[in-house]
């Protein structure tokens, strides 16, 4: 069913709040035991996600800073997460009073971009708890309302089990695939993502014709280290800003690695990328396949930046002086996200803050940017 447009917003990554016995209830204890991820009281009294036997976030139960009055305090127990992160009535009345339309789901517990599922290391175990998380979404959120888009997690500790697990679950009506920036750092048993030991699955997705995202902060070896001499709302702060910058650094790699001069058509997505960093990015591949005539020594016939201006899509949330480059980005390829409800999401002020830093902008590029992408990437019917 379509859902027509009322605010003119589609967010392209807003995250989903597992609730706790998701996997408990989906997968056999008697099989697997506490290996299941499940949420568990630790000795001081605060509950955590407890994966494989490994209690995985540190500081806080769920990333939800954007419903906290001073957008830094994190739920320590499951009572304290707020309706609006893990029940989709309670998340379409969220997004009717921000004035979002559509919004594209990534995961939280399962990793940003699903790396705390492909970190299993009993690979059975990872291909389980992808597909209890990705049928979760289609039967509970999306069966909710057709303006939740739902993305997939993949396995990615291994190529066969991602690349199977891809036309699965896009066969059950995922419109996204999701999967870690780099798997290998995640899950030793996978391959680097640049070796040509993904091309089953680079193949598969470009004949799914869907995107796959690479979430911004999935990817630790791209990004500084947070210095210890932070407080914690000063490493909250830092953490925010180092996994955008990031990303440049991943956009780099993937252009560079060939990947998208052997697939064509595979449409590679960067949330929480932001665009400031995009003509540092560009510019620089730009130089350096020139000085290095990767054109004549690598077979990189095409400039990265029109390898990029052909198949990426980078995202904005923040941004005003970034939008000012919307031209050498490509308005084509920059899409609109909230972040809900992590920190640094524009929730509850995302019209006020679309209505500032799109001040400049002509509503032809406004309306590009804000849904039309979107809605063409992900093939809405608008």
């Known amino acids: 069913m379509s859902v027509g447009l009322r605010f003119g917003v589609i967010s392209v990554d ?35 996600w407890v994966i494989e036997g490994q209690v995985k976030t540190a500081t806080s139960l769920a990333l939800t800073g954007a419903l906290s009055k001073d957008r830094g305090t994190e739920p320590q127990v499951w009572s304290q997460v707020q309706q609006s992160v893990h029940d989709p009535h309670a998340r379409l009345a969220a997004m009717n009073d921000d004035g979002i339309d559509y919004s594209v789901l990534y995961p939280s517990a399962a990793g940003l971009s699903g790396e705390a599922i492909c970190a ?22 999306t069966a909710a309302s057709s303006r939740f888009v739902p993305q997939a997690i993949l396995p990615a500790g291994s190529v066969e089990a991602a690349a199977s697990e891809a036309r699965r679950a ?21 391959p680097h993502l640049y070796k040509p030991d993904w091309d089953p699955l680079w193949a598969a997705i470009q004949e799914l014709d869907v995107p796959i995202c690479f979430h911004a902060g999935s990817a630790p070896s791209v990004m500084f280290e947070i210095s210890p001499a932070y407080d914690p709302a000063g490493a909250r702060a830092f953490d925010n800003v180092r996994q ?79 939008l000012r480059n919307r031209s050498y980005v490509g308005t084509d390829r920059i899409l609109w996200e909230s972040e809900f409800p992590r920190s640094t999401s524009t929730y509850p002020e995302s019209k006020r803050m679309i209505d500032s830093n799109f001040a400049e902008v002509p509503s032809s590029d406004r309306e590009l940017i804000l849904w039309r992408n979107a809605a063409r990437l992900y093939k809405l019917s608008i």
């Open 170 to 190: 896009v066969g059950r009506g995922h419109k996204g695939l999701i999967m870690p920036a780099q798997p290998s750092q995640t899950n030793p048993a996978a």
């Open 244 to 322: 955008s910058a990031g990303s440049a650094a991943l956009i780099n790699g993937i252009v560079l690695s060939g990947i998208l001069y052997r697939f064509p058509k595979l449409q590679p997505v960067f949330p929480g990328s932001a665009i400031d960093y995009v003509p540092f990015a560009l510019e620089a591949l730009d130089h350096q396949w020139e000085r290095q005539h990767l054109a004549e020594n690598e077979g990189f016939t095409q400039r990265p930046s029109e390898i990029f201006h052909r198949q990426c899509y980078v995202t904005t949330w923040r941004e005003r002086v970034g």
């Open 14 to 48: 807003d995250h989903v709040v597992e609730v706790p016995d998701l996997w408990v209830q989906g997968l056999s204890q008697a099989k697997w035991g506490d290996l299941i991820p499940h949420v568990a009281v630790q000795a001081d009294g605060k509950e955590r």
């Open 120 to 141: 299993i290391k009993a690979l059975d175990l990872q291909v389980e708890c992808a597909r209890v998380y990705n049928d979760w979404i289609i039967d509970v959120w």
